[in-house]
């Protein structure tokens, strides 16, 4: 079956500017997580949904960043008023409950360059 | 707070050599799983392995072997004879047991993985 799914897969935006990724979970996948690839801060963990519920935002960096989830389904990570710091890869990645713990599976991220 | 450590930045080993990933983890809960995942070049995380704490098993599945040990809190990966293909960086990460319920992962900082011919 379709795996995550992420858009856009490039996004160069100016300094200052609101930017929203996309993430399409795998059908049936019940918690959904962001993720963030940089050079200088390794992979880190943003934000994750049980449901259309964030019991978990402990990672996001600033009131500049926030994140929806619909439906159950599509999540939605708003950046606004970008800054140079915030460019890297974004990752998403969903995962449903395997006997005691949940595999994540992750998406191919969305680069992120901010100018 | 939970923490994990990936020692070696990078190793380079010639096609057909064995080769061992090291991952050191630190964690107060008493459940909690253990985690690789592959990145190659590409850039999508491949989910490789899941071990949860209870079980000190070691396990192999083709090439790939891993080495999971309380006593020195290590979760370590073994390559059998390398392949080109295996060429990617390997990330170790760390998740604590929630009742079941879903939980971040703490990555570490990855082992970029060379094989040449």
């Known amino acids: 079956g379709a795996g995550v799914s992420q858009s856009p897969s490039n996004k160069v935006t100016e300094k200052g500017k609101d930017v929203e990724l996309r993430c399409d979970p795998i059908?049936?996948?019940?918690?959904l997580y962001w993720y963030r690839q940089s050079l200088g801060q390794g992979l880190e963990f943003l934000i994750y949904?049980?449901?259309?519920?964030?019991?978990?935002k402990s990672g996001l960096p600033s009131d500049r960043f926030s994140a929806e989830r619909t439906g159950g389904s599509v999540s939605t990570l708003t950046i606004q008023r970008t800054q140079q710091e915030d460019s890297a890869v974004y990752l998403c990645?969903?995962?449903?409950?395997?006997?005691?713990?949940?595999?994540?599976?992750f998406g191919p991220g969305t680069r992120l360059t901010v100018t | 707070a939970q923490k994990v450590t990936q020692a070696q930045t990078e190793i380079s080993v010639v096609e057909k050599e064995d080769v061992t990933l090291d991952c050191v983890y630190e964690?107060?809960?008493?459940?909690?799983?253990l985690f690789w995942y592959k990145q190659p070049p590409s850039g999508e995380l491949v989910f490789l392995i899941r071990?949860?704490?209870?079980?000190?098993q070691n396990e192999i599945s083709g090439r790939y072997s891993w080495n999971f040990q309380k006593s020195t809190s290590s979760f370590n990966f073994t390559i059998t004879a390398s392949q080109v293909v295996d060429s990617a960086v390997y990330f170790c990460?760390?998740?604590?047991?929630?009742?079941?319920?879903?939980?971040?992962?703490?990555f570490g900082t990855g082992t970029r993985l060379q094989v040449t011919l």
């Open positions: 990645a969903s995962s449903t409950r395997t006997g005691q713990t949940y595999e994540q599976y």
């Open positions: 059908s049936g996948h019940t918690a």
């Open positions: 071990r949860n704490s209870f079980d000190e």
């Open positions: 990460a760390l998740s604590e047991d929630l009742a079941g319920t879903a939980s971040k992962l703490t």
């Open positions: 964690t107060r809960d008493t459940t909690y799983y």
């Open positions: 949904f049980q449901g259309n519920s964030a019991p978990d």
